[in-house]
C-alpha cells in the first residue's frame, strides 16, 4: 500500500469562473456560497475532502479582480495571492468560453509561485460546438507549461472525478491534518451569514450587494431548534429601505430563503431573526472589516 498523503490545493481564478461550485461539487455538499454575480465569496474557506489514501484541503479563495478601490478588495486579493503561498498544487480555474485580461493578471501571479499549477476549463456545458474546446487547451498550453490542463464542468459535475485522481499525487507524504469527519475549518455561525449573504445577493440588484455584510450576533443550540440573531450590515442609510423592503418584504423573503436552507444543512429547526443597521463606509474601514470578522490573511 502506498503512504498517505495530505496537503493544501489552492482554488484560485478571477471572480465568477465557478471555483466555489467547483468545491461544492466534489465535496458533495455545500461548503462555500454561490451567486452569479462576482465576487460572491469574501473569505478563505477550507474544504476538507478525506478519503482512504489521502486528505485533499481545498482552499477556496476570493476571485481575484482589477477594480480593488475599497480596503475590503484589497483584503481579498491579498487572501487569494496568500493562498498560494501555502499550497502544494494550485487549480486556476477559468471560464472555458472566454479568456480576459483579469485571467492574464491571475496567472501572472500564479507563475511567480511555487506550486505546481493545473488549469481547470470549467463550464464546458456551455462550450459549443465541442472542438471548440481543442482551440481552448491549445491556447491555454501555449500560455504556461501547466501540469495538467483539463476541461470540466462544476455545474453538470463532468470529468471531476478525473480532477479528483490527478491530485493525491501533487500532495507530500503526510498524515491527516483534520480529523476526517471535519469539512471545514470554518463554524456553523460563519455559514450561516455566508447563507444569509448568499440570499440576500440573489434577492438584491445591482451593486447593493457588495455593500453588505452579515453578522452572526447569537447562535444558539437548544433541544428545541436553533435561534440565530444576525445583523446585515450597509453603508448608507438609503440601502437600508431597499434591504428590508416594502413592508418588510423583501428580507422577510430573504430570512425564509435562509432559514429553509440552514433547516435542511443543520437537520434541526431554526429560529432566524434579521436586523438591518447602518455603519458608515464599513468596506473601506480596516478596523470595522476586523470587527465584522474579515481577517488580514
Ligand atoms: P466563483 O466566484 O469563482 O466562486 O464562482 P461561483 O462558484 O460563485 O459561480 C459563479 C456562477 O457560475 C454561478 O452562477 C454558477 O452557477 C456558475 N457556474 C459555476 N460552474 C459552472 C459550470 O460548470 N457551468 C455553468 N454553466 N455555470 C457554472
Ligand atoms: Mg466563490
Request: aromatic share 6%.
Amino acid at each position: 500500500m502506498s503512504a498517505y498523503r495530505c496537503g493544501l490545493v489552492a482554488v484560485i481564478g478571477r471572480p465568477n469562473v465557478g471555483k466555489s461550485t467547483l468545491i461544492n461539487a466534489v465535496m458533495g455538499r455545500k461548503v462555500s456560497i454561490v451567486t452569479a454575480k462576482p465576487q460572491t465569496t469574501r473569505h478563505r474557506i477550507l474544504a476538507v475532502h478525506t478519503d482512504p489514501n489521502a486528505q485533499i484541503i481545498f482552499v477556496d479563495t476570493p476571485g481575484i479582480h482589477r477594480k480593488a478601490a475599497k480596503a475590503m478588495n484589497k483584503l481579498m486579493n491579498r487572501t487569494a495571492t496568500n493562498a498560494l503561498a501555502d499550497a502544494d498544487v494550485v487549480l486556476f480555474v477559468i471560464d472555458a468560453t472566454h479568456w480576459t485580461p483579469e485571467d492574464d493578471d491571475v496567472l501572472k501571479r500564479l507563475k511567480e509561485a511555487r506550486a505546481p499549477i493545473v488549469a481547470v476549463l470549467n463550464k464546458v456545458d456551455k462550450v459549443h460546438p465541442k472542438e471548440h474546446l481543442l482551440d481552448t487547451i491549445g491556447l491555454m498550453a501555449a500560455r504556461h507549461d501547466f501540469a495538467e490542463i483539463i476541461p470540466v464542468s462544476a455545474l453538470k459535475q463532468d470529468n471531476l472525478d478525473h480532477l479528483m485522481d490527478l491530485l493525491p499525487p501533487f500532495l507530500p507524504e503526510s498524515p491527516p491534518l483534520f480529523p476526517e469527519d471535519m469539512y471545514t475549518d470554518r463554524s456553523k455561525e460563519f455559514h450561516a451569514a455566508e447563507v444569509i449573504r448568499e440570499k440576500l445577493t440573489l434577492m438584491l440588484h445591482q451593486e447593493l450587494p457588495y455593500g453588505l455584510t452579515v453578522q452572526v450576533e447569537r447562535f444558539l443550540e437548544e433541544e428545541s431548534g436553533i435561534t440565530i440573531n444576525a445583523i446585515i450590515w450597509v453603508e448608507r442609510d438609503s440601502q437600508k429601505g431597499i434591504v428590508v423592503g416594502k413592508n418588510g418584504g423583501v428580507l422577510k423573503k430573504v430570512g425564509r430563503a435562509a432559514r429553509l436552507e440552514l433547516k435542511e444543512q443543520l437537520q434541526r429547526s431554526v429560529h432566524l431573526e434579521l436586523w438591518v443597521k447602518v455603519k458608515s463606509n464599513w468596506a473601506d474601514n480596516m478596523t470595522d472589516l476586523m470587527n465584522l470578522g474579515y481577517e488580514a490573511p
